[in-house]
């Protein structure tokens, strides 16, 4: 057992509209965002890349990429940083001290992000699934594939916006289950695969 | 009927409690304790903490309190007052177990569950006798283990020496209570007054909660006042198991947020140094440093001779801090931001 996520970047439209549900879903503090949509090449978001005449605009979805090898659990000095046993990298947020050696320790960027101080939220009221973690002072946050929404059946947050169905999620271990026949069939691509972290995010390009 | 209610709904009143806020398993998780469960004949304590222990079961024989880790379960009143006695009176304690009773001794439900910094505050200004005739045949292989572990951290404080002079571990009951006098009994005299007004304090403090770290408060306490009574060249030295700091230490401050009894502090960066201190009563060795630090920047415990157990200075580490949130950062690192705080700029 072991979830995955693939994305299809053919499809990706980056309307940011995961990045919203994540949001919402998880009732995120104020400047916090556990999946950003980023465009590929240009200078800033929405930007394209190459010179005129010849441009092109593509985007790329990040959020933490649950590497089976995962960087961040051995250096957690207080072990708040766990691989469950299907893949999942969660934070313990009573267990957590905020020091960030997760943060230097994971070779992708902006994947997470540290509460500095008492978190602010955009309204006085909580928003998003009755699972939506706690967000607590000091303590480092990030993607947790909606563990909550998982436990009770359903799928996560981002997967069940998305305008252009560009997401799929699964379970990779298991050869019959859409995910798998997907990632077998098309060309897939991970980020960063030279630093050996088997991340379980694929991108279907 | 008040008062009734009062001694009723106080913590710690006929049972030891535990303070979980402070102890190990709930700070971290790479290292697992289980000293009270281990030692607790009566099975009263939970197996991850997460819950309150089973108190009904307790029968308050204080062994969970010298075997505690962290020291974060604190005695029982009545235990407290039964420990006080021993301040008062004679020069000579004689200490032993409910089973091998012997005559002007004072009984305990077991040797061991006296904590090894109360036996030192005792042998500082009396002679201690701990009448070990049962030990040897105790169908409770725990306690006796917990026994030894405890005079060994004792004699580890004293010196080899200083802890024969003071402490006699007898093992034949004719022997106990014929110990030989301690001559510097005229040092202390002066002493053993304040000894008196320290038992009034301690329990003093019933009302409201007895940490697990009275014992070693009395004893710093009395160290100090040792220390200042005492000639310079009439000093003796202790010796205790403090952390051990390495040159890959670039204070991060993970140990000293997360230690049970505050023992470390880290300073402010001056000139590139970090000054580390260790307050030596605080810190009770529970290995909680070691097990965080994930740059091998502590590496266990290492024996210390020191004058006296308030805060002492250990070491100077080159430190580099962050520019905009000025936590430390390894100085090796490039820029003179942290990564969280590189990513944070790199969005406006």
Redesign the interface.
């Known amino acids: 057992m072991r979830y995955a996520m693939a994305i299809d970047l053919r499809r990706c439209v980056g309307c940011d509209t995961c990045s919203i549900a994540c949001k919402v879903s998880n009732n995120l503090p104020k400047d916090m965002l556990w999946l950003k949509v980023q465009t590929v090449g240009g200078a800033g978001k929405d930007t394209a890349s190459g010179t005129y005449p010849n441009v092109a605009m593509s985007y790329l979805p990040v959020n933490c990429m649950h590497c089976t090898n995962a960087p961040c659990v ?7 940083t ?1 691989q469950r046993e299907d893949g999942i990298v969660t934070v313990d947020s009573s ?1 957590c ?1 905020g ?3 997760c ?2 320790a994971c070779p992708y ?2 994947v997470r ?2 509460n ?1 101080g008492e978190p602010e939220f955009y309204l006085d009221f909580e928003l998003g699934h009755p699972t939506a973690p706690k967000h607590v002072a000091n303590v480092v946050e990030k993607c947790n594939f909606c563990v909550g929404r998982l436990e009770l059946g359903e799928k996560p947050a981002c997967m069940e916006l998305c305008p252009g169905r560009a997401r799929y999620f699964g379970d990779i271990d298991d050869p019959n289950s859409e995910i798998s026949k997907l990632i077998a069939s098309r060309e897939v691509m991970r980020l960063q695969e030279d630093k050996g972290t088997e991340p379980n995010i694929y991108y279907l390009v | 009927m008040g008062l009734l209610l009062k001694v009723l709904t106080t913590p710690g009143e006929f049972h030891p409690f535990i303070d979980l806020n402070h102890c190990v398993n709930r700070k971290q998780r790479w290292l697992q304790c289980s000293a009270c469960m281990d030692i607790c004949p009566k099975q009263v304590y939970d197996k991850t903490q997460a819950e309150k222990p089973n108190w009904t079961e307790c029968q308050n024989c204080g062994l969970c309190v010298s075997a505690c880790s962290a020291r974060c379960i604190a005695p029982s009143t009545p235990n407290v007052r039964r420990h006080l006695q021993l301040t008062k009176g004679q020069e000579t304690v004689t200490i032993s177990c409910k089973d091998h009773e012997v005559a002007n001794s004072h009984t305990e439900p077991c040797l061991a569950n006296l904590p090894w910094e109360y036996l030192a505050y005792l042998a500082l200004d009396k002679k201690v006798v701990l009448n070990m005739t049962g030990c040897g045949t105790c169908p409770h292989k725990e306690c006796v283990a917990l026994l030894s572990k405890q005079l060994t951290e004792l004699k580890s404080f004293f010196g080899e020496e200083e802890f024969a002079a003071r402490i006699e571990m007898c093992r034949q009951e004719a022997k106990a209570g014929e110990a030989a006098q301690l001559s510097r009994r005229d040092l202390f005299r002066t002493g053993l007054q304040k000894t008196a007004q320290g038992a009034v304090q301690l329990t003093g403090e019933s009302d409201n909660f007895i940490s697990g770290m009275a014992y070693r408060k009395l004893l710093a306490d009395r160290v100090r006042t040792i220390y200042t009574e005492t000639a310079p060249q009439n000093r003796k030295p202790y010796y205790m198991h403090l952390p051990w700091f390495q040159t890959e230490c670039y204070g991060c401050g993970n140990c000293a947020k997360l230690c049970p009894n505050q023992a470390i502090e880290i300073g402010e960066e001056v000139d590139g140094k970090r000054l580390i201190s260790v307050t030596p009563w605080r810190c009770v060795g529970c290995g909680v440093c070691t097990a965080v630090c994930r740059e091998n920047g502590v590496q266990g415990n290492r024996r210390v001779k020191i004058p006296y157990l308030d805060k002492l200075p250990m070491t100077h580490v080159a430190a580099k801090s962050c520019h905009r949130c000025g936590r430390p950062m390894k100085p090796d690192t490039e820029g003179d931001y942290c990564a969280s705080c590189k990513q944070k700029l790199k969005k406006r």
């Open positions: 051995p250096v957690c000095p207080t072990k708040a766990t267990l001290i020091c960030g050696a943060i230097t960027e902006g992000t540290l500095e």
